[in-house]
C-alpha cells in the first residue's frame, strides 16, 4: 500500500522516483503531527531581576519572626522554671546564712568556749550534711524531689526551733550548746535534701539539656542567700537578741515548705539504680578536686568574723556579703562559659582566681586588702561546683543522676565539716592569718588535679 511501504533501494525510472519523493514527504508530514512539542531553546539573556524579588517575602518575614519570638518565650520559660525551683534554696540557704556570721562569737564569747569548739558549731551541720548525701540523693531517684524538698524544709525548721531553745539555755552554757549543735544537725539534714532535690526538680522541668544553668542558678541563690543572710543575721542579733536568729529560721521553713506543696512533681526516672559506691568512685576526682577548692570558703565562712575582731578592724560581716556578690556576679556574667569552653577550663581558671583571692587575705593589712581578697575568693569559687558538676553528672544515667550529684555533693560537705576543726587548731598554733594561707595552698592543689583529669579525658576520651 503506497505510503506504508519501505522506501525502494533503487530508483528505476523518474516517474518511480516522483511517486517516491512523494511517499517520503507523506511520511514526514504524518510524523511531525504526532511529534511531542520541543521545549524553546533557552535564552543565553536573563533578565535583570528586580528589588523586589530579591527582597524576603513577608510571609518569610513573618515565619522568621514567629521563630525568634517562640525562641524566646522558651528561653523565658526555661528562666522562670528555674527561678521559681531555686526559690527553695534560697530560703534554706538564708536560714544557713541568717546564724553565719553570729555563731562563732556567741559560742565563743557569749557561752565561753574555745575556738576549736566554735569552728565545730560550725561544722557539725556540713558533717550532718555529708553524713545524708547519699540518702538524700536515693530519695530524690525513688521518691522525687519534691518530696525531698518538702522534708528539707521540715527539717530546717526543726533547726530554727532547736536554736531558740538555745538562745533561751545561755545562763547553762553547756546544754545552750547541746541545743544549739542539734540545731546544726537538723540545718545540715535540710541542706542535704534541699540541696539535692531542688536541683533534680529543675532538671526535671526544664531538661537535662539545662543541667549547667540549672547548677549555676541554684548556685546563685545559695550564695545570693548568704551574701543576704549575714548582715541580716547581725541586725536581728543586734535588735532582738539571739533568739531572733532561730525564729527567723523557723518562719523561713514554713514559708518554703507551704510554697512547694501546690508545685508540680516531676516523674520519677525508671532505670537500674547503681550501688553509692559504684556512683561515688565515678565522680571520686571530681569531688577531690571541689572538695579542694571548697577549704576556702569554710576557712571564710567560719573565721572571717574572728579575723576581722583580731585586727579590731570594722564591717567583718560585709566581707561575708562581698564574698556571695561577686560569687552571684561571676555566675550571671558566665553563666553561658562551661558550654562554651568546657568544665575543666573554667575549673582551672576558677581554682586560681580563688588562690589569689584566699593569697591576699592571707597577706592583708587593712580591711579593705581582706575585703577585696574576700571578694576575689567568691568570684573565683563561683564556678567550681558547676564547672566539676556538669563532667561528674554526665557520667552516669538518668536515673542516677540524683545519686550522681548527692555523691559529688558529698565532697564539698567533707570539705566544709573538716576545715572548721582543723581551721582552729592552725589558728590556735600559728594565728588566724595562716588559716587562709592553708587554704590558698588547697586551691592551687586542686589546679594540678583539674589539669590532670583535663588532659587524660583529652588522651582517652574519658576521665
Known amino acids: 500500500m503506497a505510503g506504508t511501504t519501505d522506501l525502494p533501494l533503487r530508483v528505476n525510472n523518474g516517474n518511480t522516483g516522483m511517486q517516491t519523493a512523494t511517499g517520503v514527504k507523506s511520511c514526514i508530514a504524518t510524523i511531525d503531527h504526532f511529534r511531542l512539542p520541543q521545549p524553546a531553546p533557552a535564552s543565553t539573556h536573563r533578565p535583570a531581576m528586580s528589588e523586589d524579588v530579591l527582597r524576603p517575602t513577608t510571609a518569610t518575614t513573618q515565619v522568621a519572626a514567629t521563630s525568634t519570638a517562640a525562641t524566646s518565650i522558651r528561653q523565658q520559660s526555661v528562666i522562670v522554671q528555674i527561678l521559681s525551683t531555686v526559690l527553695f534554696t534560697f530560703l534554706a540557704y538564708l536560714t544557713i ?7 562563732p562569737g556567741y559560742v565563743h564569747l557569749d557561752l565561753g568556749y574555745s575556738s576549736f569548739i566554735a569552728g565545730l558549731s560550725i561544722s557539725v551541720q556540713y558533717l550532718s550534711t555529708f553524713a545524708t548525701r547519699a540518702q538524700a540523693g536515693r530519695m530524690v531517684d525513688t521518691n522525687g524531689p519534691k518530696q525531698t524538698v518538702m522534708r528539707g524544709m521540715q527539717a530546717c525548721a526543726a533547726s530554727g526551733a532547736f536554736l531558740i531553745l538555745s538562745a533561751w539555755s545561755v545562763e547553762l552554757p553547756w546544754l545552750s550548746l547541746s541545743l544549739l549543735l542539734v540545731s546544726r544537725f537538723c540545718l545540715g539534714i535540710g541542706e542535704s535534701l534541699i540541696g539535692t532535690g531542688a536541683i533534680i526538680w529543675g532538671i526535671g522541668r526544664i531538661g537535662a539539656a539545662h543541667t549547667a544553668r540549672m547548677i549555676s542558678w541554684n548556685g546563685i541563690a545559695t550564695y545570693g542567700a548568704l551574701a543576704l543572710g549575714a548582715p541580716l543575721g547581725v541586725a536581728l542579733q543586734h535588735l532582738f537578741g539571739f533568739a531572733a536568729i532561730g525564729f527567723a529560721a523557723l518562719i523561713l521553713s514554713i514559708i518554703g515548705y507551704l510554697a512547694a506543696r501546690p508545685r508540680p512533681t516531676v516523674p520519677v526516672v525508671r532505670g537500674e539504680r547503681l550501688a553509692f559506691r559504684l556512683v561515688l568512685r565515678r565522680v571520686l576526682p571530681y569531688g577531690l578536686g571541689l572538695a579542694l577548692g571548697t577549704i576556702g570558703f569554710g576557712a571564710i565562712a567560719t573565721f572571717i568574723t574572728l579575723y576581722y575582731a583580731s585586727h579590731q578592724w570594722p564591717n567583718a560581716a560585709f566581707s561575708l556579703t562581698l564574698f556571695g556578690s561577686f560569687f552571684v556576679g561571676s555566675r550571671l556574667l558566665f553563666a553561658n562559659a562551661i558550654n562554651r569552653f568546657g568544665g575543666f577550663r573554667v575549673a582551672i581558671i576558677s581554682f586560681l582566681v580563688e588562690a589569689l583571692g584566699l593569697a591576699i587575705l592571707w597577706l592583708a593589712t587593712s580591711a579593705d586588702m581582706a575585703m577585696l581578697g574576700a571578694a576575689l575568693a567568691g568570684f573565683g569559687f563561683a564556678l567550681i561546683f558547676p564547672s566539676l558538676g556538669v563532667e561528674a553528672v554526665g557520667l552516669v544515667e538518668a536515673s542516677n543522676r540524683g545519686a550522681a550529684l548527692g555523691a559529688y555533693s558529698v565532697f564539698l560537705d567533707l570539705a566544709l565539716g573538716i576545715t572548721g576543726p582543723l581551721a582552729g587548731l592552725i589558728v590556735g ?23 590532670s583529669l583535663y588532659r587524660r579525658k583529652q588522651l582517652t576520651g574519658t576521665a
Do not use: K, S
Request: aromatic share 14%; glycine share 10%.
Open 429 to 451: 598554733q600559728f594565728g588566724y592569718e595562716e588559716v587562709f594561707l592553708f587554704a590558698a595552698i588547697g586551691a592551687l592543689c586542686a589546679v594540678a588535679l583539674t589539669i
Open 97 to 103: 546564712g541568717i546564724p553565719l556570721a553570729v555563731l
